[in-house]
T-cell receptor
Framework: EPEVTQTPSHQVTQMGQEVILRCVPISNHLYFYWYRQILGQKVEFLVSFYNNEISEKSEIFDDQFSVERPDGSNFTLKIRSTKLEDSAMYFC????????????FGPGTRLTVL | AQKITQTQPGMFVQEKEAVTLDCTYD???????LFWYKQPSSGEMIFLIY??????QNATEGRYSLNFQKARKSANLVISASQLGDSAMYFC???????????FGSGTKLNVKP
C-alpha cells in the first residue's frame, strides 16, 4: 500500500540554522500539507500546496518558512533560521483530490532545536 | 473563527466495551468534512473515518462509527468492542475551503483496560 514518507525521522539543529524537512507524498496525490505538533499538544496546520503554489497558510507559517516541490516526487519544508520554539514533530500529508478525500500522513520528522 | 473542541482529555474503557469520544465544531461554511485520526504512542497519524457535511448517513468503518449531529455541530467517534490496541490519542479534525485547510482538536487520550 502506498504511503507518505518523510526524512529524516529526527533532526537536531542549532538555533539560527536552516533546516529542510523532506517528504515524498503518495505518487498520484495532488494536494500536499505540512503540520506541526509541539510535544503533548494538538496538531497545527501550517500550509497546503496545490498546483505548485501555496493554497492556504496559517499564521504560524511566517517568512521563516517556505515550501517547495522541487521535482515530481519531493515536497520540502524549509525553516530559514530555526528558533527554540520550532522544536516539534512535523508531519507531511497528501491527498489525491476531491471533496471528502482524506489526507494521509507521513510518520513525521522530530525537529529538536538546541 | 473555525474551531474544533474535544472536551475529554482522557478516557478509560474496559476491553470489549464501546466508547464514545466527543467532538464539537464551529463553522459557518456549508461544506466541510470531519475526520478522526488515531495517534498511537509511536507518533504516526492514522486515518480512521470521514464524514461529509452533506452526508445523510453516519459514516462507519469496521468498529468505528461517527455519530454526526449536524444541528448540534457534533461528530462523535464511537469505537465498539474496544481492544487493547485502541489505546492511543484520538484527534478530531475538520477540513474546509475545499479541504485546503484543516483544523484539529486537542485530542482525547483513550486507555483500554484489560
Amino acid at each position: 500500500e502506498p504511503e507518505v514518507t518523510q526524512t529524516p525521522s529526527h533532526q537536531v539543529t542549532q538555533m539560527g540554522q536552516e533546516v529542510i524537512l523532506r517528504c515524498v507524498p503518495i505518487s498520484n496525490h495532488l494536494y500536499f500539507y505540512w503540520y506541526r505538533q509541539i510535544l503533548g499538544q494538538k496538531v497545527e496546520f501550517l500550509v497546503s500546496f496545490y498546483n505548485n503554489e501555496i493554497s492556504e497558510k496559517s499564521e504560524i507559517f511566517d517568512d521563516q518558512f517556505s515550501v517547495e516541490r522541487p521535482d515530481g516526487s519531493n515536497f520540502t519544508l524549509k525553516i530559514r533560521s530555526t528558533k527554540l520554539e520550532d522544536s516539534a514533530m512535523y508531519f507531511c500529508a497528501s491527498r489525491r483530490g476531491g471533496v471528502g478525500d482524506t489526507q494521509y500522513f507521513g510518520p513525521g520528522t522530530r525537529l529538536t532545536v538546541l | 473563527a473555525q474551531k474544533i473542541t474535544q472536551t475529554q482529555p482522557g478516557m478509560f474503557v474496559q476491553e470489549k466495551e464501546a466508547v464514545t469520544l466527543d467532538c464539537t465544531y464551529d463553522t459557518s461554511d456549508p461544506s466541510y468534512g470531519l475526520f478522526w485520526y488515531k495517534q498511537p504512542s509511536s507518533g504516526e497519524m492514522i486515518f480512521l473515518i470521514y464524514q461529509g457535511s452533506y452526508d445523510q448517513q453516519n459514516a462507519t468503518e469496521g468498529r468505528y462509527s461517527l455519530n454526526f449531529q449536524k444541528a448540534r455541530k457534533s461528530a462523535n467517534l464511537v469505537i465498539s468492542a474496544s481492544q487493547l490496541g485502541d489505546s492511543a490519542m484520538y484527534f478530531c479534525a475538520m477540513g474546509r475551503d475545499n479541504f485546503n485547510k484543516f483544523y484539529f482538536g486537542s485530542g482525547t487520550k483513550l486507555n483500554v483496560k484489560p
